[in-house]
């Protein structure tokens, strides 16, 4: 039956749960929920009723899906989940999950993370993922048990081989997903071997035998096909648009949340520095220098928008300055300048406290170390000791706290830790740690936030200064 709107299929839908309500009522069936410890007939030996209702519910929520999702999010979801497989695989790998069982069904994160030898930054972004997906509950912070999901894979050891070995084939097999299934299928064997810090560990992409050999950025450079490729797929995924629903999710934040107002992409950064400039009117200076530049430009925007600002870009690569001049229109060239510097950490210029209104640092930490990001960030002190009314704008990914978003909306965020953790060991950092990483360059430093959210990312914009 082809359905003309979905407002008749939620109908159905509604109709098979009721017959599914009423027959379990029928037949003493207990009805179903994840809870560990459940015990159903309703999965294995449910009527026939039931088995047809069922059965044809499922189909209807899965044509109910497919209309909502639209094309390009069904195939994104589709590749997306392979960070789901690559979690999972890394649990099992670990025995996590017979170490809650033997803990009597309860486990803290710091036992786990001292049983399984993962470190707990790293071990807390896997847990909170295949929380989304229900394999595993958090009771309170930091604290975790299993469901009816996980306990079918200690009971059923052969269906746990089962699970293992198809993850592992598909990976062999290099037929979908390339780069990623393969670097997922060896996030397992980079977490249980030592070193395995964010600081000394190795890349699920790098690791093995099965693996690249190389961090991603350096195998890209060196197979230029697969590097395009991949630039070539950001700028697709970058397309992705945010579900209306998302714009309405209470973001449980004392910092100031920036809502977006209309559907974004991907990167919500230069929403975020936009919105910036609209809050704050522009003081007598009109300068403004964006440090970086590889994964983007602010300026470049904002030089079309803003006509009373100038703009300086500054890199230490060559190519990222191409790149950003190759962007520009003929109406903004005489207010943006690329400049050249041979290194990021060299004194800033010394007329930069009379000139600068404001620097802007866009998604440059993201694969940063603290102590590194630190030691630039510090390069900036005697310029805002010159110049207090100085401000420093930094946007960049945070991992959200545990629950601060529904699990539909929470598991796209999760995929980007377990991503970041497996492509480049990297962490994404919670609030709290960008806040207590800025505060070790200065505590006299004041930071405000702004959050934004797209379909599949969590930026923050943090405004550093220190005058209050």
């Known amino acids: 039956m082809e359905y003309k709107n979905i407002g008749h299929l939620a ?32 999965w294995s030996e449910s009527s026939t009723e039931i088995t047809a ?56 994160l710091s036992s786990l993370s001292a049983q399984s030898g993962i470190p707990s930054d790293k071990l807390v972004r896997i847990l909170a993922l295949l929380r989304c997906k229900n394999i595993l509950q958090e009771l309170d912070d930091g604290v ?66 099965l693996g690249w050999g ?22 697709g995924v970058s397309k992705c648009k945010l579900p209306p629903e998302l714009l309405q999710v209470p973001i449980r934040r004392r910092d100031f949340f920036a809502r ?23 003081a ?22 803003k006509a009373r600002l100038s703009f300086e870009v500054r890199s230490d690569s060559q190519d990222f300055l191409r790149s950003g001049e190759a962007l520009v229109g003929p109406e903004s060239k005489a207010r943006i300048a690329f400049t050249y510097v041979p290194c ?35 390069t900036f002190l005697p310029t805002l000791r010159a110049s207090p009314s100085i401000r420093i704008l930094i946007t960049d990914g945070v991992s959200p706290s545990a629950k601060e978003f529904p699990p539909h909306v929470e598991i796209a965020y999760r995929r980007r830790d377990v991503t970041t953790m497996t492509m480049h060991n990297v962490k994404q950092r919670t609030q709290a740690e960008w806040r207590a990483m800025f505060a070790r360059v200065d505590p006299a430093l004041k930071v405000a936030t702004s959050f934004a959210i797209s379909s599949h990312v969590y930026k923050g914009l943090w405004e550093l200064g220190l005058e209050g």
């Open 11 to 42: 109908v159905d839908i509604l109709h098979q749960c009721s017959v599914i309500d009423k027959e379990c009522q029928a037949n003493n069936t207990a009805p179903p929920t994840l809870e560990a410890g459940t015990s159903t007939a309703f």
């Open 53 to 108: 209702a069922r059965t044809s519910a499922l189909g209807l929520l899965d044509r109910l899906s497919a209309l909502l999702r639209g094309p390009h999010e069904i195939l994104h979801e589709s590749v997306a989940s392979n960070w789901d497989h690559a979690a999972l695989y890394a649990l099992l790998r670990s025995h996590t999950l017979e170490h809650i069982a033997s803990s009597g069904g309860l486990a803290s």
């Open 144 to 209: 975790f048990s299993l469901t009816a999901i996980s306990e079918e894979l200690i009971k059923d050891g052969d269906f746990r081989a089962w699970v293992e070995f198809q993850y592992i084939l598909t990976a062999l097999s290099k037929c979908q997903l390339f780069e990623t299934r393969v670097a997922g299928a060896h996030l397992g064997e980079a977490l249980i071997n030592k070193p395995n810090e964010y600081a000394n560990g190795t890349s699920g992409f790098k690791r093995g035998h």
């Open 214 to 235: 190389a961090e991603m950025y350096d195998w890209h450079a060196r197979h230029p096909e697969k590097g395009d490729r991949f630039r070539r797929a950001m700028r």
């Open 260 to 282: 977006m107002l209309t559907a974004i992409a991907l990167d919500p950064a230069d929403s975020l520095i936009q919105a910036w400039f609209e809050r704050n009117p522009l």
């Open 284 to 305: 007598d200076r009109t300068k403004v220098v964006e440090i970086g530049g590889r994964y983007g430009f602010a300026s470049v925007l904002l030089a079309k928008e």
């Open 344 to 378: 990021l950490f060299d004194p800033l210029p010394s007329d930069d406290s009379i000139t600068v209104l404001v620097y802007v640092i866009r998604n440059l930490f993201w694969n940063w170390a603290d102590e590194n990001a630190v030691g630039f960030l510090q």
